[in-house]
């Protein structure tokens, strides 16, 4: 039995890493596609800081960081695995939130408070394409100055891999994880052109956040289950709970 991960790649790998190092069998299909999208810096401020809710935000524009000028400057990531992005790309000071964007906007907010952050400095916020929330305007709300760059979209994959779609008719998958709201819509389309979708919402679905799993439930999967933080160790753990559930 497997474990399937819709994770992109190249986090897949390291996330099918992990589960193979506690024993599990790792069936693996992207359904997102990264695809950095040109980045042109036309403002003419300052920056006091940069936030990213996304290591792919990193990636897309790590060889312009140091000719932008951007990493002397402090990172405010919305999670570990961003932070750590950051520092490889060569951020010095990177502040870490609590995995979710809500985290990240209280970090910031409580970084001005605190003269961490000049909350009269410009903030430029790297971002994908599609944003769940509009982090920019929250903190525009609160009475900071963001400027939002665009850096990478995630295309959707129309396909599932042959051997998922095998798994999925021998009833070979155990269970799935889901990372992000888009991914899960993403895996839902494309189980649901390959004529795969009652089998893959049988099993657990396992998510990241609680606004992942509405998409699951809203389609009709049964055995939602999510992490109670949004990290992968907490993710795992939720998987073990419904692995053990699902044999009791």
């Given at each position: 039995m497997s474990i399937l991960v819709t994770r992109p790649h190249p986090d897949n790998e390291a996330?099918?890493?992990?589960?193979?190092?506690?024993?599990?069998?790792v069936l693996l299909a992207p359904v997102l596609k990264f695809e950095p999208v040109a980045f042109h810096d036309d403002s003419e401020a300052g920056y006091g800081a940069v936030i990213v809710t996304s290591a792919n935000a990193i990636r897309a524009v790590a060889p312009q960081l140091r000719d932008l000028g951007l990493l002397e400057l402090p990172l405010f990531a919305v999670g570990e695995h961003t932070a750590s992005a950051a520092r490889d790309a060569g951020f010095g000071e990177v502040i870490v939130a609590g995995g979710d964007a809500a985290s990240l906007?209280?970090?910031?907010i409580r970084s001005a408070r605190d003269k961490v952050l000049k909350k009269k400095s410009t903030l430029l916020y790297l971002a994908g394409a599609d944003l769940s929330r509009d982090l920019g305007g929250e903190l525009g709300a609160e009475g900071f100055d963001v400027v939002t760059q665009t850096t990478y979209r995630m295309a959707p994959v129309k396909h599932l891999p042959r051997e998922v779609c095998e798994g999925f008719a021998a009833h070979g998958v155990e269970a799935v994880l889901h990372y992000s709201r888009?991914?899960?819509?993403?895996?839902?389309?494309?189980?649901?052109?390959?004529?795969?979708?009652?089998?893959?919402?049988?099993?657990?679905?396992?998510?990241?956040?609680?606004?992942?799993?509405?998409v699951l439930r809203d389609a009709g999967a049964s055995q939602v289950l999510v992490a109670a933080t949004p990290d992968e160790n907490a993710l795992f753990d939720t998987l073990e709970r419904a692995l053990r559930t699902r044999l009791a």
């Open positions: 996330t099918a890493g992990n589960l193979r190092a506690r024993g599990h069998v906007r209280e970090k910031i888009r991914s899960a819509r993403a895996f839902l389309d494309a189980a649901r052109d390959e004529g795969v979708e009652i089998s893959a919402l049988a099993i657990p679905q396992c998510c990241l956040s609680e606004t992942v799993a509405g």
